[in-house]
């Protein structure tokens, strides 16, 4: 008799792993830089042995390692104005710049067969099914370092940041609303802004020919759910728009309201593959990924890496990908190709993962949905587009594999907005 109680107590418990599985089974712990670099993301990612971490946030160390190289000067990444600073030409100015996407259905979810070197198939990407979508606005460049700092400095003078006891912001770690949501230089190198005699700037990183590259133009890092959200309330704010966020409990107001919100799941889907009539397999309306279109890990402990960039993070500014820069600076006759998303978007595979509104996971089904904005609570949000350090099988419009925390930050993550015109 104890047999059987046992035995069915373990199938129980089973029922109720698998059913978790069905979500958290792709989740793609970060990998270290510090323990392997770019081999270990590929092994993580390629295994499919995923699981959601314990939360927490991922902090620079002042030593790290990726492709085999410590880098152990953190302070080589100084804010701009000595040494030799470059110019890059196309430099980008208004990242604010929105895409109308028109209301409409198109079909979410992966449209074609898994490849076996990708590793154990990701169901979750399936089945393909017919979503709904009102009319909305997506950002063509994820937010930048520049545009960061700029709102932060804003949000300063408004006496919004704290310190994490609460008092006003001094330096490190960025809190708001009772949450940490940005670092700077001063709480992990890895941050690409820096808090000096009271005003936030943005840092630069040495490149190709010792050079240095300012990180104005590149997209923001180290900032999480909380920070990408905080960010959507004060550019609504500067712009006389309706904050969509309740910073009391982060939740957004319903009806949405027409300031600057994160983009829904299926709204980062339907702009990065959805061309009207086909879904395309990566986010610059392509099924061919290689260094001229975007930046991964195109092999393992190698990155596109356009600049060149010795330290972490090495991103490239965004729209980078636009038929006229070179792939790399270090080879001026590969010129990259025109990488725009469907809607016109640039960096929606590679560059850094973005945020977006859902918490994990909505399972997919064959049912038609309406405006999908994912469960009403969970414990972790979701992440789209792929990053720098990543393989490029998870450069896909379809892929759907990366939930944390809302609390964590990396050197990976970003964000790009949205709005309801």
């Known amino acids: 008799m104890k047999h059987g109680a046992a035995f069915l107590m373990n199938m129980a418990v089973f029922l109720l792993v698998v059913a978790w599985a069905s979500c958290a089974q792709q989740s793609s712990p970060e990998p270290n830089p510090e323990n392997g670099g770019a081999t270990e993301a590929r092994k993580e990612a390629s295994a499919e042995n995923m699981t959601t971490d314990g939360g927490g946030v991922v902090a620079g160390e002042e030593s790290v390692v990726v492709d085999g190289a410590p880098e152990k000067d953190a302070d080589k990444n100084a804010a701009p104005g000595a040494g030799n600073l470059v110019e890059l030409p196309g430099k980008v100015v208004a990242h604010s710049e929105m895409l109308p996407v028109p209301s409409g259905a198109f079909k979410m979810g992966r449209p074609y067969e898994w490849e076996e070197e990708w590793g154990p198939e990701r169901t979750i990407e399936r089945p393909v099914h017919e979503v709904y979508l009102d009319a909305y606005e997506i950002g063509k460049y994820p937010v930048t370092n520049q545009e960061y700092a700029d709102a932060l400095n804003w949000a300063l003078a408004q006496g919004y940041l704290r310190d994490e006891n609460g008092d006003a912001f001094k330096n490190g770690l960025i809190y708001a609303y009772g949450q940490p949501i ?20 943005v840092r630069v990183n040495t490149g190709y020919n010792n050079q240095e590259f300012s990180m104005a ?3 923001v890092v180290t900032v999480n759910w909380f920070g990408a959200v905080a960010y959507c309330n004060w550019l609504s704010e500067i712009k006389g728009l309706d904050p969509c966020y309740n910073t009391a409990d982060w939740t957004r107001y319903e009806p949405v309201r027409n300031g600057f919100r994160l983009p829904t799941e299926a709204e980062w889907e339907r702009a990065a593959g959805w061309d009207g009539e086909r ?88 049912e038609p949905v309406s405006n999908p904005a994912g469960p009403q609570t969970g414990s972790y949000r979701t992440l789209r587009g792929c990053a720098w350090f990543y393989p490029g099988h998870l450069c896909r419009s379809a892929h759907r594999s ?20």
């Open 217 to 219: 133009d590149h997209p």
């Open 182 to 201: 940005a670092d700077t230089e001063a709480s992990t190198s890895w941050s690409q802004i820096a808090f000096k005699r009271g005003v936030f700037e």
């Open 279 to 366: 879904h395309w397999r990566y986010g610059f309306t392509s099924d061919t990924l290689d260094i001229t279109r975007a930046n991964y890990c195109y092999e393992t402990g190698k990155h596109a890496n356009p600049l060149g960039l010795t330290n972490v993070p090495r991103t490239n500014p965004v729209g980078w990908y636009n038929g006229v820069n070179p792939a790399r600076l270090s080879d001026p006759d590969l010129l990259t190709l025109d990488s725009r998303s469907p809607v016109g978007a640039y960096d929606m595979s590679g560059n850094v993962w973005e945020w977006c509104h859902d918490w994990w996971c909505r399972p997919f089904s064959e």
């Open 402 to 421: 990366t939930p944390k925390p809302p609390d964590r930050r990396s050197y990976n993550y970003g964000f790009r907005l949205a709005r309801t015109p």
